[in-house]
């Protein structure tokens, strides 16, 4: 066996799956405080990278200048969705809810499409372009720099949750939603920025992605490959998304690569089957006891 | 105006068709669908047989999801191992399609069978991933399995015979899809007047409230999983006899996300809402295209955002009936329907 | 944003109005004999909309030119169509409905699916002969589609032509390495088995090959297996645009020197639009001319010359536009043959006109005569990127396989 290819394509996998974490967190911080699966999540992403494109190739602004704007508008975008269509569907089952967003992705893809039009796009370069060796290794720069940017992001996520008041009330409203309310804490605020956040995390994850992948209004069939991180990892937990993220990354790349480019989904399908089978709430999730 | 009907046994209660009025409306509408073929040209026989197609499938997943409250998005990989059943076997047999049709459903309705396992141990949207989960592998197999499926190249097939007549013609398609939606559609009904599908209403309300009365609920949620990928395989086999081709392409997962479109906007739960909501959503294209043509010599632009605006009208429904209207078209027919009965006094 | 919205409207709107065709473009003529009904189902919208808008105004300025030039031996020519989004089922409602109220002779199918899928009806039918946007290896299977033609090479076809070229470039008579790319749908698989069988005929080692998910994926891993076995050329098929983009960047990155080509629907204008310098030295097979090159002839142009006049802010016509003509071109060359052979137009005896065309002179839309084989044209030529000029050069003799 040559190592030498497997530490790259691993390399390679794992770097991928950086980003998959990035994009299952954004993720989780919305499934925890608010209870709903974001169909839409993909299509979040593909919108924000279509933000990225207009900015710095339709205005020709620096690419430093459309990014934050780019995840900004992401964000944005996320909120405005928790506003006007998630929340009067509050208390309703949560198939439901599902379906707003199923129907929210088709609409995301509709508006791109009439905007942008169909054709594939590709991004303005804007990551450097000299190879990165990592010992003998080789690394695709885009996918280096892509990675140590969303790693940086996923830090100060991780950071901000952990001490910022804002990060304790979404934690709290993600325990006890009732206790939370009854401490003074604005629960529906909380709602609204847990989609904001996620939002924001899935959108620079999305430039990301497209930087290295290209564009269309297709993109959003990433979807598919994050929600097999975050159940494979557990809907409400961060550790989970960050863990099963890497691992699903690298596993895609792996069974590409060796098998054929036909067995990436099978192969991570597998892995979800599997622990939809022995562990139904993910390697690190809650299991939730229900009460009649 | 009409009186209430006062009902004197649990049998008319029961019935299907409660008054005389319905009676007479439900044989002529028989009437009509008898007479159509006979009237209509090629496009709009074409488009009959298409929602007669989505009419059975739409049905299967509203016993499924609208009525058992399991969601799934499988059931364009069911309807593709319909499909492909039928092409399979009229390939390498002389069944005639009753057979081929019955065997489509059987075996969809194992293979749902399959998928529908992990509800025991898993529920609500871990499921619906479980069904993904199958697509995705459906897909493959379909893709990769080329002795049997043809590969990426699919398969073709000769048209669906019988007793020596062949239905070449979409004409003759018709009289295959159309009785067999009927029928489809009053078997479901009849489902729903027995236990089982009081116990599927029962599950869809509170599962485990369902399990303290005494249904076994992965008994009943197989049930209900076998009988949907059942309607499905009949509706895929339906739809390789049709389009006399099937490709792994020909089932992708938007079209798992199409019906369950249909039983959304048409209305959970509610038979006449999942023929509704078939009927309109596969309509939809059409009606937009016509649309679209009577606006093209003021804005010379309109084809190009066709598409565009299918998605978003797509989106739309689902978004605006989930939040303005969950109970779907068949509430709107029912509202229409008491305007008129009520007529002229009001509520 | 604003400013692609408007760029644009301003292209379709520039392409020879939409709606002017919509009506269909039979002039008052001097002859009252009736006229011929080209039929489509277009793509103007969904993913393969790129194409089809030009496709679209191919077949709209060809229909005006033929008319201009007095129709089909006398007989006014109409164009008739309907979007389809790319939509199988949608495609043909579009035919039924067309079928349905005019007597269709040819037809235009926008994908592989639909041209299979209503392959029974049409063989049933037997009224009308069937071309399109497919150049898929199934359809130029006469027994199966006996009414179906691929106006080109198909993808096997294509395939055979650059390996042909490939052959050819050698260094101290080594035959080079080759490797494919495609992606894992039915188009992307379409030329593999033959290519393969075919290179190995030729003798050229296929050292690797790659399958991807069409579109936007990230493809390192496979750029990390071909580092390993450098191939000379790396052949993809199955793409638009992304992931060819990705290979190109990162393996000229890693400072191998391989050669990129692709099939005609990834050999257009849209690789240099998009990947600007990157795109140089990119190879593609293009069965015409393309509409900017340095190429002349009678109908080349008269299709310059009508495309100019339709629309003179277009500029370049894509390789779509071409493609609408040239099936157009066929279509009217086959009604010809089987109207001056004294026969009807069943599409049976157009089928067997169209097999008769041989040396068949396209007026410089194609380099050299070709000859119909199998229903299609096994005629090409490999043009390169100069990205500088932004258009494509030739680098090859055409190629006719027999």
Same mark, same amino acid.
């Given at each position: 066996m040559d190592w030498l290819f497997f530490g790259e394509i691993s390399l390679a996998g794992l770097a991928m799956g950086g980003l998959y974490a990035l994009i299952g967190l954004g993720f989780v911080i919305i499934y925890k405080a608010t209870r709903v699966i974001n169909f839409a999540i993909g299509e979040i992403m593909m919108f924000a990278a279509y933000l990225f494109l207009a900015f710095a190739g339709g205005m020709e602004m620096s690419p430093w200048v459309a990014l934050p704007l780019a995840v900004l508008g992401g964000s944005v975008l996320g909120g405005v969705i928790e506003k006007v269509m998630i929340r009067p569907m509050l208390g309703e089952s949560s198939i439901s809810v599902v379906m707003v967003t199923i129907g929210i992705a088709s609409i995301l893809v509709g508006v791109v499409e009439m905007i942008w039009g169909a054709d594939p796009q590709l991004l303005p370069g804007f990551l450097p372009r000299k190879p990165v060796f990592i010992g003998e290794m080789y690394l695709a720069p885009k996918i280096a720099y892509g990675f140590l940017i969303g790693a940086a992001m996923l830090i100060v996520y991780l950071l901000y949750f952990r001490f910022s008041r804002g990060g304790v009330a979404l934690r709290a409203t993600a325990s006890d939603q009732a206790a939370a309310y009854s401490m003074g804490i604005n629960v529906r605020r909380v709602f609204n920025l847990a989609w904001v956040f996620g939002s924001l995390a899935a959108s620079l994850a999305g430039v990301l992605v497209a930087a290295t992948g290209g564009l269309s209004p297709q993109f959003g069939a990433i979807g598919l490959s994050v929600l097999v991180v975050v159940i494979v990892g557990g809907l409400d937990s961060i550790v989970g998304a960050l863990i099963a993220g890497v691992f699903i990354g690298w596993l895609e790349t792996v069974a590409g690569a060796y098998l054929g480019g036909e067995y990436r989904m099978p192969a991570t399908f597998a892995v979800l089957a599997v622990i939809l089978v022995f562990r139904p709430y993910g390697l690190f999730g809650t299991h939730e006891i229900e009460r009649v | 105006m009409r009186i209430g009907d006062a009902k004197q046994s649990y049998e008319a209660d029961e019935a299907i068709l409660t008054s005389s009025t319905q009676k007479i409306w439900f044989a002529l509408f028989l009437l009509a669908l008898l007479l159509f073929p006979f009237m209509a040209d090629a496009y709009l026989l074409y488009l009959s047989c298409l929602v007669g197609i989505a009419v059975i499938s739409t049905t299967g997943l509203n016993i499924l999801t609208g009525f058992t409250g399991l969601i799934s998005l499988g059931q364009a990989g069911f309807m593709g191992v319909g499909g492909y059943t039928v092409a399979w076997l009229s390939a390498n047999t002389e069944l005639p399609f009753p057979v081929t049709l019955l065997l489509a459903g059987l075996l969809a309705a194992a293979v749902g069978i399959l998928v529908g396992l992990p509800s025991l141990r898993v529920k609500g949207l871990y499921l619906a991933i479980a069904t993904l989960a199958a697509s995705v592998f459906l897909h493959f197999i379909f893709a990769e399995w080329e002795s049997v499926t043809g590969g990426m190249g699919g398969l073709s097939l000769e048209p669906a015979h019988l007793f020596g007549l062949t239905f070449q013609s979409d004409f003759g398609m018709y009289f295959i899809i159309v009785p067999l939606a009927v029928l489809m559609v009053l078997a479901a009904r009849n489902v729903f007047r027995t236990r089982i599908g009081r116990a599927f209403i029962a599950i869809r309300d509170r599962d485990i409230s369902a399990e303290i009365l005494g249904i076994n609920l992965l008994h009943y949620k197989l049930m209900s999983f076998a009988l949907s990928s059942f309607y499905a395989g009949v509706a895929g086999g339906l739809f390789a006899y049709f389009f006399r081709v099937v490709t792994p392409?020909?089932?992708?997962l938007s079209m798992s996300i199409f019906y369950l479109a249909a039983v959304i906007v048409g209305g959970m739960g509610n038979l006449l809402g999942g023929i509704l909501g078939a009927a309109f959503m596969t309509l939809i294209p059409e009606i937009l295209k016509l649309l679209t043509t009577a606006l093209t010599p003021f804005y010379p632009n309109a084809p190009i955002f066709m598409s565009p605006m299918l998605e978003i009208i797509f989106g739309g429904l689902i978004v605006g009936f989930l939040i303005f209207e969950p109970h779907g078209l068949a509430e709107i027919w029912h509202r229409i329907r008491r305007f008129f009965s009520l007529w002229p006094f009001k509520n | 944003m604003f400013k692609s919205i408007l760029s644009k409207v301003r292209r379709f709107a520039g392409i020879s109005t939409i709606a002017a065709s919509l009506v269909a473009a039979a002039p008052a003529m001097a002859q009252d004999k009736d006229s011929i009904v080209f039929g489509g189902s277009i793509p103007l919208s969904g993913v393969f909309a790129f194409a089809g808008v030009h496709i679209h105004a191919g077949l709209t300025d060809y229909t005006s030119w033929i008319n201009s030039e007095g129709g089909i031996n006398g007989h006014p020519v109409k164009y008739v169509m309907e979007d389809t989004g790319y939509e199988v089922d949608r495609s043909v409602a579009a035919f039924k409905k067309i079928t349905g109220s005019n007597t269709v002779p040819v037809y235009y199918g926008d994908s592989t699916g639909f041209m299979k899928t209503i392959a029974s009806e049409l063989n049933s039918r037997g009224t009308t002969l069937m071309s399109g946007a497919s150049f898929a290896t199934a359809l130029t299977d006469n027994e199966q589609y006996p009414y179906q033609f691929v106006p080109g090479p198909n993808y096997s076809q294509m395939f055979g032509i650059i390996l042909e070229y490939i052959a050819t470039q050698g260094k101290d008579g080594e035959k080079p390495t080759v490797a494919f790319v495609y992606s894992d749908t039915e188009f992307g698989k379409d030329p593999i088995e033959n290519g393969k069988a075919k290179a190995a005929e030729m003798g050229i080692e296929v050292v690797e090959e790659i399958v991807t998910k069409p579109g936007s994926v990230d493809v390192s891993a496979e750029i990390l297996k071909l580092r390993r076995v450098r191939p000379d050329f790396v052949v993809f098929h199955g793409y638009v645009l992304s992931p060819i983009n990705e290979f190109m960047v990162q393996m000229r990155q890693m400072g191998l020197d391989t050669q990129f080509m692709g099939t005609f629907w990834s050999s257009d204008k849209l690789i240099i639009n998009k990947m600007g310098a990157d795109a140089d030295g990119y190879m593609g097979v293009m069965p015409y001319n393309y509409y900017d090159s340095a190429e002349g002839g009678p109908m080349l142009d008269a299709l310059r010359a009508t495309a100019e006049k339709s629309d003179? /802010?277009?500029g370049y016509r894509p390789t779509g536009y071409m493609q609408g003509w040239f099936n157009a071109m066929v279509w009217t060359e086959v009604i010809k043959r089987t109207m001056d052979a004294g026969k009807e137009l069943t599409a049976e005896n157009m089928a067997e006109s169209l097999a008769s065309?041989? /040396?068949? /002179?396209?007026g410089g839309i194609i380099g050299i005569p070709v000859t119909v084989q199998d229903m299609s044209f096994p005629v090409g030529r490999i043009w390169r990127v100069n990205a500088k000029e932004a258009r494509y050069e030739p680098v090859s003799d055409w190629i006719h396989l027999d």
């Amino acid at each position: 066996m040559d190592w030498l290819f497997f530490g790259e394509i691993s390399l390679a996998g794992l770097a991928m799956g950086g980003l998959y974490a990035l994009i299952g967190l954004g993720f989780v911080i919305i499934y925890k405080a608010t209870r709903v699966i974001n169909f839409a999540i993909g299509e979040i992403m593909m919108f924000a990278a279509y933000l990225f494109l207009a900015f710095a190739g339709g205005m020709e602004m620096s690419p430093w200048v459309a990014l934050p704007l780019a995840v900004l508008g992401g964000s944005v975008l996320g909120g405005v969705i928790e506003k006007v269509m998630i929340r009067p569907m509050l208390g309703e089952s949560s198939i439901s809810v599902v379906m707003v967003t199923i129907g929210i992705a088709s609409i995301l893809v509709g508006v791109v499409e009439m905007i942008w039009g169909a054709d594939p796009q590709l991004l303005p370069g804007f990551l450097p372009r000299k190879p990165v060796f990592i010992g003998e290794m080789y690394l695709a720069p885009k996918i280096a720099y892509g990675f140590l940017i969303g790693a940086a992001m996923l830090i100060v996520y991780l950071l901000y949750f952990r001490f910022s008041r804002g990060g304790v009330a979404l934690r709290a409203t993600a325990s006890d939603q009732a206790a939370a309310y009854s401490m003074g804490i604005n629960v529906r605020r909380v709602f609204n920025l847990a989609w904001v956040f996620g939002s924001l995390a899935a959108s620079l994850a999305g430039v990301l992605v497209a930087a290295t992948g290209g564009l269309s209004p297709q993109f959003g069939a990433i979807g598919l490959s994050v929600l097999v991180v975050v159940i494979v990892g557990g809907l409400d937990s961060i550790v989970g998304a960050l863990i099963a993220g890497v691992f699903i990354g690298w596993l895609e790349t792996v069974a590409g690569a060796y098998l054929g480019g036909e067995y990436r989904m099978p192969a991570t399908f597998a892995v979800l089957a599997v622990i939809l089978v022995f562990r139904p709430y993910g390697l690190f999730g809650t299991h939730e006891i229900e009460r009649v | 105006m009409r009186i209430g009907d006062a009902k004197q046994s649990y049998e008319a209660d029961e019935a299907i068709l409660t008054s005389s009025t319905q009676k007479i409306w439900f044989a002529l509408f028989l009437l009509a669908l008898l007479l159509f073929p006979f009237m209509a040209d090629a496009y709009l026989l074409y488009l009959s047989c298409l929602v007669g197609i989505a009419v059975i499938s739409t049905t299967g997943l509203n016993i499924l999801t609208g009525f058992t409250g399991l969601i799934s998005l499988g059931q364009a990989g069911f309807m593709g191992v319909g499909g492909y059943t039928v092409a399979w076997l009229s390939a390498n047999t002389e069944l005639p399609f009753p057979v081929t049709l019955l065997l489509a459903g059987l075996l969809a309705a194992a293979v749902g069978i399959l998928v529908g396992l992990p509800s025991l141990r898993v529920k609500g949207l871990y499921l619906a991933i479980a069904t993904l989960a199958a697509s995705v592998f459906l897909h493959f197999i379909f893709a990769e399995w080329e002795s049997v499926t043809g590969g990426m190249g699919g398969l073709s097939l000769e048209p669906a015979h019988l007793f020596g007549l062949t239905f070449q013609s979409d004409f003759g398609m018709y009289f295959i899809i159309v009785p067999l939606a009927v029928l489809m559609v009053l078997a479901a009904r009849n489902v729903f007047r027995t236990r089982i599908g009081r116990a599927f209403i029962a599950i869809r309300d509170r599962d485990i409230s369902a399990e303290i009365l005494g249904i076994n609920l992965l008994h009943y949620k197989l049930m209900s999983f076998a009988l949907s990928s059942f309607y499905a395989g009949v509706a895929g086999g339906l739809f390789a006899y049709f389009f006399r081709v099937v490709t792994p392409e020909s089932f992708p997962l938007s079209m798992s996300i199409f019906y369950l479109a249909a039983v959304i906007v048409g209305g959970m739960g509610n038979l006449l809402g999942g023929i509704l909501g078939a009927a309109f959503m596969t309509l939809i294209p059409e009606i937009l295209k016509l649309l679209t043509t009577a606006l093209t010599p003021f804005y010379p632009n309109a084809p190009i955002f066709m598409s565009p605006m299918l998605e978003i009208i797509f989106g739309g429904l689902i978004v605006g009936f989930l939040i303005f209207e969950p109970h779907g078209l068949a509430e709107i027919w029912h509202r229409i329907r008491r305007f008129f009965s009520l007529w002229p006094f009001k509520n | 944003m604003f400013k692609s919205i408007l760029s644009k409207v301003r292209r379709f709107a520039g392409i020879s109005t939409i709606a002017a065709s919509l009506v269909a473009a039979a002039p008052a003529m001097a002859q009252d004999k009736d006229s011929i009904v080209f039929g489509g189902s277009i793509p103007l919208s969904g993913v393969f909309a790129f194409a089809g808008v030009h496709i679209h105004a191919g077949l709209t300025d060809y229909t005006s030119w033929i008319n201009s030039e007095g129709g089909i031996n006398g007989h006014p020519v109409k164009y008739v169509m309907e979007d389809t989004g790319y939509e199988v089922d949608r495609s043909v409602a579009a035919f039924k409905k067309i079928t349905g109220s005019n007597t269709v002779p040819v037809y235009y199918g926008d994908s592989t699916g639909f041209m299979k899928t209503i392959a029974s009806e049409l063989n049933s039918r037997g009224t009308t002969l069937m071309s399109g946007a497919s150049f898929a290896t199934a359809l130029t299977d006469n027994e199966q589609y006996p009414y179906q033609f691929v106006p080109g090479p198909n993808y096997s076809q294509m395939f055979g032509i650059i390996l042909e070229y490939i052959a050819t470039q050698g260094k101290d008579g080594e035959k080079p390495t080759v490797a494919f790319v495609y992606s894992d749908t039915e188009f992307g698989k379409d030329p593999i088995e033959n290519g393969k069988a075919k290179a190995a005929e030729m003798g050229i080692e296929v050292v690797e090959e790659i399958v991807t998910k069409p579109g936007s994926v990230d493809v390192s891993a496979e750029i990390l297996k071909l580092r390993r076995v450098r191939p000379d050329f790396v052949v993809f098929h199955g793409y638009v645009l992304s992931p060819i983009n990705e290979f190109m960047v990162q393996m000229r990155q890693m400072g191998l020197d391989t050669q990129f080509m692709g099939t005609f629907w990834s050999s257009d204008k849209l690789i240099i639009n998009k990947m600007g310098a990157d795109a140089d030295g990119y190879m593609g097979v293009m069965p015409y001319n393309y509409y900017d090159s340095a190429e002349g002839g009678p109908m080349l142009d008269a299709l310059r010359a009508t495309a100019e006049k339709s629309d003179p /802010d277009a500029g370049y016509r894509p390789t779509g536009y071409m493609q609408g003509w040239f099936n157009a071109m066929v279509w009217t060359e086959v009604i010809k043959r089987t109207m001056d052979a004294g026969k009807e137009l069943t599409a049976e005896n157009m089928a067997e006109s169209l097999a008769s065309i041989k /040396d068949w /002179d396209t007026g410089g839309i194609i380099g050299i005569p070709v000859t119909v084989q199998d229903m299609s044209f096994p005629v090409g030529r490999i043009w390169r990127v100069n990205a500088k000029e932004a258009r494509y050069e030739p680098v090859s003799d055409w190629i006719h396989l027999d």
